[in-house]
Every structure is written in C-alpha cells, then in structure tokens.
C-alpha cells in the first residue's frame, strides 16, 4: 500500500522568502503524485501533479515541484511567498490506475504554511 | 459549471439521529468520492463510484454507507450519528481514473 510524509506540521516564512514544503511518498509501483492547497473553510484545490514526463512540474500561483524517484520525494517550492500563500497544503500519491480501478488518492497529514510580515 | 456542490454546508446532530449528506458535480464524472478530515489527519477515503449503480469501500467506510443511482449525485448517508463521525466531509469527482480530483467546499458536522 502507498502512503505520504509530509515534514513539519506548521511552517513559517518571511514575505519574500522561499516557501519548502517536504513530502516523501512509498509506493511499489510508480505513483501518481499531486500537491493540493485548502484555503480557511474550503475545499481542496489542485496546485499541480505529476504523472509521467518531465519531473519538474509547474503549477498554479508559482509553485513547482520535482520529483525525485530515488529520494521518493516530491518537494513543494516557490521562490518567493506572498501573504496569499497562507494555508494548508496536501501532498498526495495514487496509484489505482496500475490496476484499472479508481486513483484513490493517498493524502499526508498536511502542512500548514504561515507568511509573516 | 458550478462543479461540486454539497448540501449542507454545517450540520449539528444528535447521537442516533441519521442523514443524508448530499454531492453533486455537473461535470459529467464517472468516478466520485467521500472523504472525511479530521485535524491533523489529513483526508481519509470513506467510499467511492466508478460508475452509476458501482460503488465500494474505501478506507473508513464503517458507519456510512452510499449509493450512486445517476452520474450526478453520489449522496453519503450516517444511520447512527456517532461523536466519532464529527468531522468535515468532502466529495470529489474525476472523469477518470489517474488523474486529479475536483473536490466540493464540504460540509462540517458535529454530533454531539
């Protein structure tokens, strides 16, 4: 079965400063891997994901991550924070299409991104 | 498109009270979903459809059960509220299987 880590619960960045949020993932088979962000009092939306290709993926509002099979990592960055960033963010693995059933998303704990001033 | 609905948006019930949580996408999906987030858990699969008349457990399905009678709606109903059960519930939908997933806004419910 897959399952997502995702280091550090709460992280806080400066306004301007580099946003890294971790995630290793475990699959035995090659996986699916999407990052999510929530907003206060809403649902899920999708930042970006990757599926085959090209392991540095690009995404919504500047954020890009790079998977890496050999350190089973798929690590969210930005270059720069904005105060909008504040959220949560889900890393998320699937792998139900190997078998042809429904990609059951496997998400992480979650980690919650503070931008300070 | 409005997407994904879900109907409530809060919801307070008692111990042994029932209801009917509803989904609905307008986005022509086949495969839809539950999940439930508790705090510091992240999202936990309860059930999923790949189709009208097709659904199956996902990881915590117990307390819950489902039905998919159209391609739109994909209700998720609690017999027995249960404290456990508080939680906020999501439904989401993809027109495949492999690719992302377009989730509702949830509904928060409490038993109390």
């Known amino acids: 079965a897959q399952s997502v880590t995702q280091l550090g619960s709460h992280v806080s960045v400066s306004e301007g400063a580099l946003v890294l949020l971790r995630c290793n993932y475990s699959?035995?088979?090659?996986?699916?891997l999407f990052w999510y962000v929530q907003y206060p009092n809403q649902g899920l939306q999708l930042l970006l994901k990757?599926?085959?290709?090209?392991?540095l993926v690009k995404g919504i509002n500047g954020f890009e991550a790079e998977f890496k099979k050999s350190e089973t990592s798929f690590h969210l960055t930005k270059p720069s924070a904005h105060m909008s960033d504040a959220a949560e963010y889900f890393c998320a693995v699937s792998v139900g299409f190997h078998t042809g059933t429904a990609s059951k998303l496997t998400f992480g704990t979650g980690t919650r991104l503070q931008v300070t001033l | 498109n409005a997407g994904v609905t879900q109907t409530p948006k809060f919801r307070i019930l008692k111990i042994g009270q029932s209801m009917t949580l509803q989904c609905t996408q307008d986005?022509?999906?086949?495969?839809m979903y539950w999940y439930r987030q508790d705090p510091g858990m992240g999202l936990k699969l309860i059930y999923y459809?790949?189709?009208?008349?097709?659904?199956d457990k996902g990881e915590v399905p117990n307390g819950y059960n489902v039905s998919r009678s159209t391609t739109e709606d994909f209700p998720l109903r609690l017999e027995l509220a249960a404290p456990s059960q508080t939680s906020v519930y999501f439904c989401?939908?993809?027109?495949?299987?492999?690719?992302?997933?377009?989730f509702g806004p949830g509904t928060r419910l409490l038993v109390l």
């Open positions: 459809s790949v189709g009208a008349g097709i659904t």
């Open positions: 990757y599926t085959t290709g090209a392991t």
């Open positions: 699959s035995s088979v090659p996986p699916y």
């Open positions: 989401a939908s993809s027109p495949t299987s492999g690719v992302s997933q377009y």
């Open positions: 986005m022509n999906h086949n495969y």
